[in-house]
């Protein structure tokens, strides 16, 4: 079936312009994470959104970061006023259920990235 | 003190070989435990849980120390293929949130 989606692959921005980065989950996930992963570093969490509960955005490192789940399917993970410290793949992954229903054992299903570089 | 913390490596190491690599974490309330796999530039894949009793799949195996709070992943007669990055989760589900922690990985690489 497909995986986790993610779009663009690759961005290419200005200092200080908007981006917006899209992640399609696995159909019938409902939870969805935000990392994001620096060059040769593991992965940083940014958000989290399980069902309809309000997100635990605890990860977001500014006000800058912000993440909406439309309809509990797609997210966009929205980066205001870019900064080169920015630069980073960010990486979404879906689960198909909250981890405090997963039990001992569950998968994320990562997508694919988006590497952004902020010039 | 990081929350989970991994060797960074690299670990360079013949086919063939066996090689182990550990990971600490520091809430002993964590509960949950796993070994991903991150090949080059590819996104995370899940590699094999960890359990109470120790697992094993194939070649690998894993075991979990909750007195001494670390995680291990051992893996025997190496292949070329398993060149990757290790990364460590620990998940603990607190009262009112829950956590899921990713270490900064162990670099494995296999030469021939």
């Known amino acids: 079936g497909a995986g986790v989606s993610q779009s663009p692959s690759n961005k290419v921005t200005e200092k200080g312009k908007d981006v917006e980065l899209r992640c399609d989950p696995i159909s019938g996930h409902t939870a969805l994470y935000w990392y994001r992963q620096s060059l040769g570093q593991g992965l940083e969490f940014l958000i989290y959104?399980?069902?309809?509960?309000?997100?635990?955005k605890s990860g977001l490192p500014s006000d800058r970061f912000s993440a909406e789940r439309t309809g509990g399917s797609v997210s966009t993970l929205t980066i205001q006023r870019t900064q080169q410290e920015d630069s980073a793949v960010y990486l979404c992954?879906?689960?198909?259920?909250?981890?405090?229903?997963?039990?001992?054992?569950?998968?994320?299903?990562f997508g694919p990235g988006t590497r952004l570089t902020v010039t | 003190r990081k929350e989970v913390e991994q060797d960074p490596g690299p670990f360079n190491v013949p086919e063939g070989a066996t090689v182990a690599f550990n990971c600490t974490y520091s809430n002993s309330a964590s509960q949950s435990f796993f070994w991903y796999r991150q090949d080059c530039r590819k996104e995370p894949k899940l590699l094999m849980s960890v359990y109470s009793s120790g697992n094993e799949d194939g070649r690998f195996t894993a075991q979990l120390n909750r007195a001494s709070q670390y995680i291990s992943l051992l893996i025997r007669d190496s292949k070329l293929s398993d060149s990757a990055t290790y990364l460590c989760?620990?998940?603990?589900?607190?009262?009112?949130?829950?956590?899921?922690?990713f270490g900064s990985g162990t670099r494995l690489s296999i030469r021939p």
């Open positions: 959104f399980q069902g309809n509960s309000a997100p635990d």
């Open positions: 992954a879906s689960q198909e259920r909250d981890i405090r229903l997963a039990g001992d054992s569950y998968e994320q299903y």
């Open positions: 989760v620990v998940t603990f589900l607190g009262s009112s949130a829950s956590k899921i922690i």
